[in-house]
C-alpha cells in the first residue's frame, strides 16, 4: 500500500506542489484558459504568451488544487516553455498515454522522462483528471478557447 | 426481528456482510454512509426474496404473484406511513430519490402556484438537488429564487430566515440536516413562523432519516422528502411525504400507466392520493427494500442510535481537534455525526486517496452544496459521515490514517 502511495507522492511532486513554478498570472498575455473540475470544483488558470509563429514564450498558472494537478501543472509549465503549439499538443497526447495506458513506455525523450513521475496516477483511476487538468487548460489556451472542463 | 435490547455495535456490525471485505488487504473503515449507507442482511435478503419468490409486477394483476407482490409494496408503504406519521398512505409517494421528489414539487407546486416575482426561499445549507430544481421552475415562472444565510459555526440564521419570510415568499425548502457539514436545522420552528404566514413548507429529509425519528405531523411539514439508500434501503426509491390538500390540488408531474382514472385520446382524468403522482412501473422491489430497511432500524430503536452516533461524534471531534493542522467546518450546537474539515496545506483529494491506501472510506469534494462551500470560501473539504454501524476503532483509524498524510505532506 506505501508503494503504490509512494509512487503516487514521489519527492519530486511534493516538491512541485509546495513550491509550484510559474506560478502567477500573466498580464496581459496572448491566451488564457481556465480549467475546471467539476468532480472537486478545483480551478487551474493557464496563461501564455504565444509568438507569431506559435511558440509558447511565456506560461504562468494559477489556481486551487491538489498535490497531483498543482504538481502536474508546474511540471508542465516547465516542459513546455519554448515549445510550439504543435509540439505542446504532441507531448500532452503522450502524457496522456502515460497516465491511462497500462504499459506506456514512451520515454523517448527527456521530457518523457520528467513527466514519468506522474506514471503512478495510473494506479488511481479517480485521480487521473487531477493530473492532466492543467493540460485540458493548456490545450484550451492554445486553441484559443476561455473554458474547459475535465468532464 | 428481534428487538435489540442494548445498544451493542459489535453485534450490529455482523447485520452487515461488507464488513467482510477487506479493503487493500486493510479492514473496512467506512465513514461515507452522508453519501450512501450500507445495506443490513436482512435488506439484501428481502430484495433477493422479492425477486426469486413472489416477483411480478404491482396494481395490474389478479394473479398470484402480482398480488403478493402488490401487497409487499403497499405494505412497505405502510411501514413509511406509520414511521413518518402520516395521516395515510395515500400522502406517500414513491419516487426514484429525493431528486426527483424536488423536481415532482418544484414542477407542479409551481405550476400551481408560482407567479412573476413570487419568491422561492432556501438556505444556504441546500444540496444541490434542492437548489436546481427550484431554479428551473423559477425561470420558466419568472419566481425568484432566495437563500437564508448562515453564521461561521454553520448555524441556519432565524432572524434572517423571518426577516425573509414575505408575503411573496410562496414555499419554502430547506434541509433538516446539511449534508455536507452537519447543521440540524430547528425545522420545526422554520415550518410554524410560515405555517403562521400560510406559507408551505418542504423539508429535505434526505440525512435526518437515518439519524432521527421524524414525525411529519408533529412538524406539521407540507413536503418530506427522504432517499432510500441512505436509510439502509437499496438504491432507486425516494419517498414524498405531502399533505394530501396539495396532492389534490397540484397537476400531475409524470403521465403514464398507473396514474389515471380513465383515458381516452382527447382526455384523461387522474388518480387520487399517491397514485396520481407514480406514473409508471415504481421501483417494486427497491421499495420493498426500504420497507424491510425502516423495520430494521426501527427494531434498534432511534434513542439507541442517537446516544451512540452522539457519543461517536463527540470522540471524533475531540480527536480530530487534537491533530494539528486540522480544522472542522461546521461547528453548529445541533449537529448529526458528520464532520466537515480541512488538513493545513493538503488538498482534500490527497486526503482521500493517501486514507483509502488504509481502508478509511471518507468523501472528498464539495459534497454538492457549492453554495455552502463558496460560503465557507474552500472549494472542497474531507468529510467523515457515521452511521449507528461505526465504531470508536473507525474513528481510530480515521485519525491514525490522517497522521499518515500529515507525515507525507509534513
Ligand atoms: C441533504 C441531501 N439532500 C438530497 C440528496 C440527494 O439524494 P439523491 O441523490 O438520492 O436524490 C442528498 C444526497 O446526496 C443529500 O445529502
Redesign the pocket.
Known amino acids: 500500500m506505501m508503494d503504490d502511495l509512494k509512487e503516487l507522492y514521489q519527492e519530486v511532486i511534493l516538491d512541485h506542489s509546495k513550491h509550484p513554478r510559474n506560478f502567477g498570472k500573466l498580464d496581459p498575455c496572448s491566451n488564457e484558459a481556465h480549467g475546471y473540475n467539476p468532480l472537486c470544483g478545483d480551478t487551474l488558470n493557464v496563461f501564455l504568451n504565444l509568438s507569431s509563429d506559435d511558440v509558447i514564450e511565456e506560461i504562468l498558472f494559477d489556481g486551487k488544487g491538489c498535490a497531483i494537478s498543482i504538481a502536474s501543472a508546474s511540471l508542465m509549465s516547465e516542459i513546455v516553455k519554448g515549445k510550439t503549439k504543435v509540439q505542446a499538443s504532441t507531448l500532452f497526447d503522450k502524457f496522456h498515454d502515460l497516465v491511462t495506458k497500462e504499459d506506456s513506455t514512451l520515454l523517448e525523450d527527456d521530457d518523457m522522462e520528467r513527466l514519468v513521475v506522474l506514471a503512478g496516477v495510473k494506479q488511481f483511476p479517480m485521480r487521473v483528471k487531477c493530473a492532466t487538468l492543467s493540460w485540458h487548460a493548456l490545450q484550451s489556451a492554445l486553441n484559443g478557447n476561455k473554458d474547459t472542463t475535465t468532464e | 426481528m428481534n428487538k435489540i435490547s442494548s445498544f451493542d455495535v459489535e453485534r450490529i456490525r455482523e447485520d452487515f456482510p461488507i464488513f467482510l471485505e477487506k479493503i487493500h488487504g486493510k479492514r473496512l473503515t467506512f465513514l461515507d454512509s ?3 449507507a450500507q445495506k443490513p442482511r436482512v435488506v439484501l435478503d428481502a430484495v433477493q426474496k422479492a425477486y426469486t419468490e413472489t416477483y411480478a409486477n404491482v396494481h395490474r394483476g389478479v394473479h398470484y404473484l402480482s398480488q403478493q407482490s402488490t401487497e409487499l409494496y403497499e405494505g412497505a408503504r405502510k411501514t413509511i406511513c406509520a414511521h413518518m406519521n402520516a395521516r395515510s398512505v395515500d400522502e406517500i409517494i414513491f419516487t ?7 423536481n415532482l414539487v418544484a414542477q407542479s407546486y409551481g405550476q400551481l402556484a408560482l407567479k412573476p416575482g413570487d419568491e422561492i426561499l432556501l438556505s444556504y445549507l ?2 444541490h ?2 437548489i436546481v430544481p427550484w431554479q428551473l421552475i423559477a425561470e420558466r415562472t419568472g419566481a425568484v429564487v432566495k437563500a437564508v444565510p448562515i453564521d461561521s459555526n454553520g448555524e441556519f440564521l432565524m432572524e434572517e430566515y423571518l426577516k425573509l419570510l414575505s408575503p411573496k415568499t410562496k414555499i419554502v425548502a430547506v ?5 455536507a457539514i452537519g447543521t440540524i436545522v430547528p425545522v420545526k420552528e422554520v415550518i410554524k413562523a410560515a405555517r403562521d404566514k400560510g406559507i408551505p413548507v418542504l423539508i ?1 429529509g ?2 435526518a432519516m437515518p439519524h432521527m425519528k421524524v414525525d411529519v405531523q408533529d412538524l406539521d411539514a407540507d413536503f418530506y ?1 427522504f ?4 436509510v439502509f434501503a437499496p ?1 432507486g426509491v ?1 419517498v414524498l411525504y405531502a399533505k394530501n390538500d396539495w396532492l389534490e390540488k397540484m397537476p400531475p408531474y409524470q403521465g403514464g400507466g398507473d396514474m389515471i382514472n380513465r383515458v381516452t385520446i382527447e382526455k384523461t382524468t387522474y388518480a387520487t392520493g399517491h397514485s396520481k403522482f407514480e406514473a409508471g412501473t415504481p421501483p417494486i422491489v427497491q421499495a420493498i427494500g426500504l420497507g424491510v430497511a425502516i423495520d430494521y432500524v426501527n427494531s434498534i430503536g432511534f434513542d439507541a442510535i442517537a446516544a451512540h452516533e452522539q457519543a461517536l461524534l463527540s470522540y471524533a471531534t475531540e480527536e480530530l481537534t487534537k491533530l494539528n493542522a486540522v480544522r472542522i467546518i461546521g461547528q453548529a450546537k445541533n449537529k448529526a455525526p458528520i464532520i466537515s474539515f480541512e488538513m493545513e496545506g493538503v488538498h482534500p483529494h490527497d486526503i482521500g486517496t493517501i486514507v483509502d491506501q488504509a481502508g478509511v472510506a471518507i468523501r472528498v469534494g464539495h ?3 457549492q453554495p455552502l462551500m463558496d460560503f465557507f470560501d474552500v472549494p472542497s473539504t474531507a468529510r467523515a459521515s457515521f452511521a449507528f454501524y461505526n465504531n470508536t476503532a473507525d474513528v481510530d483509524a480515521l485519525i491514525d490514517s490522517l497522521k499518515m498524510v500529515q507525515e507525507f505532506f509534513g
Open positions: 452522508g453519501a450512501s426514484k430519490n429525493a431528486t426527483e421528489a424536488f441546500e444540496h438537488s434542492n434541509t433538516h440536516i446539511s449534508n429535505d434526505s440525512q422528502v432517499t432510500g439508500h441512505k438504491t425516494g459534497h454538492c452544496a
